[in-house]
Each structure stands twice: as C-alpha cells, then as structure tokens.
C-alpha cells in the first residue's frame, strides 16, 4: 500500500500569511493526488485534483504542485475562512490512502 | 444542483451486517466513478470501497476487503454498501462520494461531490 504522510500534523498561522502544507508518498504517483479541506461537522471539499488543477469555484489562492512523490499545498494569503484541517489523497493504485491530515488553526 | 444522500446506518451488534444505501440527484452515477469514504470519531478521513462507472473495476480497503461489497444501481441512480462480519473498529461516519472525472476507472482522481454521511456504530 502507498503511505502518504502530511506535514506538519498541524500549524498556526494568521489571516494574510502564506501557509505550505507538504504531501510525501511512499512511492511514486505521477500525479495522481487530491487536496481536500475539511471543517468541523462538515464532508470534505475538493480543492485540488490531478495535483495542481483548481477544483471550480475555489478560490485561486489555493494551489497545488508536486509530482512522484513530494507534493505540496500552498495558501497564498490565509483568510478566516481557511482555518480548517487539510488531506491529501493519493489516485496512484488500490487502496486508495489519505494523508494523516494538517490542522491549521489560527494564531 | 449535484447531491448525494446516503442512508442505512444505525447500532449493530458486532458480527452483524447493514446495507447502506446513497441516492443520487441532479446528475447520472453511471457516468462516474463512486466512492465510500469513512471517518472515525475524531479521526482522519479512510477510503473504504470505489467502483468504476461501467462496474468493470472495484477496489477495497485492506481493512474492509471479503466483508464489504460495494454496487451499484444505475437505474435507480444509487450507490450501495453491503457491509458484512461488522467489527467495532468500522464505526465511523460513512460518506459517499463523487468523482470529478467522467466515465474514469475505479479511483478517485479527486472527490467533488459528497453526501452528508450516515453513522454506523458496532457495539454490543
């Protein structure tokens, strides 16, 4: 199975800095890797997909880069909004693995 | 507008079975991929289960695999988990999802559409 692990398992920044969140699998996936965000009581949102294409609607200080196997989320200016917890997820082979998560809080 | 709604969860003693189900509105499932999606309380997310649009190509987690069996049902434009043998450690929130590419094999390029999930817990 293909491991993805997160870093950093969470971080603290503030509304106008610039956050990297860095994706590491095990083995390569070309660039087969999604980002999602996710808020307390809620499913997950599709940022990312195909590691650097914007899903439709998200707004453009969300992007994404990378291929085999670093991979790296990047908020250009964090808004209230953005404070949530980040997966990555690997479309490599079966089983499909997630990242731990990042939890990004305010400062 | 795209919704998923899944349904079928509840208690259930351990070794017991459930099916849950998830209907689909405002698009066709047999044009995309589907998926099952867990989360434990206070945990990260954990894919259980795709299927491909055409049903050609299933995937299972390693956890899950010979007790779950995913299907679908195009005509009735809905997802299914049979979900057998159940253990305690399958409580979570169970969440079905849509994948953002047309007609793609069984793994999820990336997940644009999800329900509101429905809740299993295994206990005696």
């Given at each position: 199975d293909i491991q993805m692990t997160q870093s950093p398992s969470s971080v603290s920044a503030s509304v106008g800095d610039r956050v990297t969140i860095t994706c590491r699998a095990s083995q390569g996936i070309s660039s087969w890797l999604a980002?999602?965000?996710?808020?307390?009581?809620?499913?997950?949102?599709?940022?990312?997909?195909?590691?650097?294409?914007?899903?439709?609607?998200?707004?453009?200080?969300?992007?994404?880069?990378?291929?085999?196997?670093?991979f790296t989320l990047t908020i250009s200016s964090l808004q209230p909004e953005d404070f949530a917890t980040y997966f990555c997820q690997q479309a490599n082979s079966f089983p499909v693995t997630f990242g731990q998560g990042t939890r990004l809080e305010i400062k | 507008e795209e919704q998923l709604v899944e349904s079928g969860g509840g208690l259930v003693q351990p070794g017991r079975s459930l099916r849950l189900s998830c209907a689909a509105s405002g698009f066709n499932i047999d044009d995309y991929a589907m998926h099952w999606v867990r989360q434990a309380p206070g945990k990260g997310l954990e894919w259980v289960s795709g299927i491909?649009?055409?049903?050609?190509?299933?995937?299972?987690?390693?956890?899950?695999?010979?007790?779950?069996?995913?299907?679908?049902?195009?005509?009735?434009?809905?997802?299914?988990?049979?979900?057998?043998?159940?253990?305690?450690e399958d409580t979570a929130l169970y969440y079905c999802a849509k994948d953002i590419l047309l007609r793609m094999g069984g793994l999820p390029n990336g997940m644009d559409v999800w329900g509101q999930g429905t809740t299993v817990t295994v206990s005696s």
């Open positions: 980002w999602y965000q996710q808020k307390p009581g809620k499913a997950p949102k599709l940022l990312i997909y195909a590691a650097s294409s914007l899903q439709s609607g998200v707004p453009s200080r969300f992007s994404g880069s990378g291929s085999g196997t670093d | 491909s649009w055409n049903s050609d190509t299933i995937g299972y987690a390693d956890s899950v695999k010979g007790r779950f069996t995913i299907s679908r049902d195009n005509a009735k434009n809905s997802l299914y988990l049979q979900m057998n043998s159940l253990r305690a």
